[in-house]
């Protein structure tokens, strides 16, 4: 089956970058996404890419994906306190890139 | 600006008592996903809509929970009876086949 898996915990200080990594098994993912929880609140959407890409850059946000070690991650430049959050990574595998499996979330503490 | 809204945020009961919790996706929107999400198990796929069929609810406990979707405007959760190990932060999600979902802020149980 497949497995999604992260670190739990991230800290850096503000202005710095984040790298927040991700592993996945099923290589036949088709989408990977990047969801973003804040305390009380549901998953929004950061930003996704397609299995057939190495590289998304979306204003301060990057995305790296390396798919031959199925490792992807999350680049956040100058890293801001309202960053603080958890960070989801997720793969799709059906082709209407709805059906998701999560992995367990990192943690990304910003310090002042 | 279009959003899934669940009701109740949050939600207090006894053990033992039924526990109905209605989501709202939004319109247009064709598949509906329930997740829960705890401190141990992360974020589980309970149930899966698309056009109002349910296409998989393997993630969910048969013998008390039940998801359904009597009209498209219209997803409902419900546990009978429930039991502490429900506790957790349920979610709705919505979308459109190819499109990104779409989270609700979550239902809080707490079951004593």
């Known amino acids: 089956g497949e497995d999604v898996e992260q670190s739990l915990f991230l800290s850096v200080r503000e202005g710095d970058s984040s790298v927040i990594n991700c592993t996945y098994t099923d290589s036949s993912s088709t989408y990977l996404y990047w969801y973003k929880q804040e305390p009380g609140a549901g998953l929004q959407l950061l930003t996704y890419i397609f299995s057939n890409m190495d590289m998304k850059q979306d204003q301060r946000l990057t995305v790296l994906l390396n798919k031959k070690d199925k490792h992807l991650s999350l680049r956040i430049a100058d890293t801001q306190t309202g960053d603080s959050a958890i960070y989801f990574c997720?793969?799709?595998?059906?082709?209407?890139?709805?059906?998701?499996?999560f992995g367990g979330g990192t943690r990304l503490m910003v310090k002042p | 600006d279009a959003r899934v809204t669940q009701t109740p945020r949050h939600k207090v009961t006894e053990m033992g008592q039924e526990v109905t919790m209605r989501c709202q996706p939004i319109?247009?929107?064709?598949?509906v996903f329930w997740y829960r999400q705890t401190m141990m198990q992360g974020l589980e796929l309970l149930a899966y809509f698309r056009n109002r069929a349910p296409l998989d609810d393997s993630g969910m406990p048969k013998d008390r929970f039940s998801a359904e979707m009597p009209d498209a405007t219209l997803a409902t959760l419900k546990i009978q009876p429930s039991e502490p190990r429900d506790s957790a932060v349920y979610f709705c999600?919505?979308?459109?086949?190819?499109?990104?979902?779409?989270f609700g802020s979550g239902t809080q149980l707490s079951v004593l």
């Open positions: 319109l247009g929107h064709n598949t």
């Open positions: 999600a919505s979308g459109s086949e190819g499109e990104k979902l779409f």
């Open positions: 997720a793969e799709s595998r059906d082709n209407a890139g709805n059906m998701l499996t």
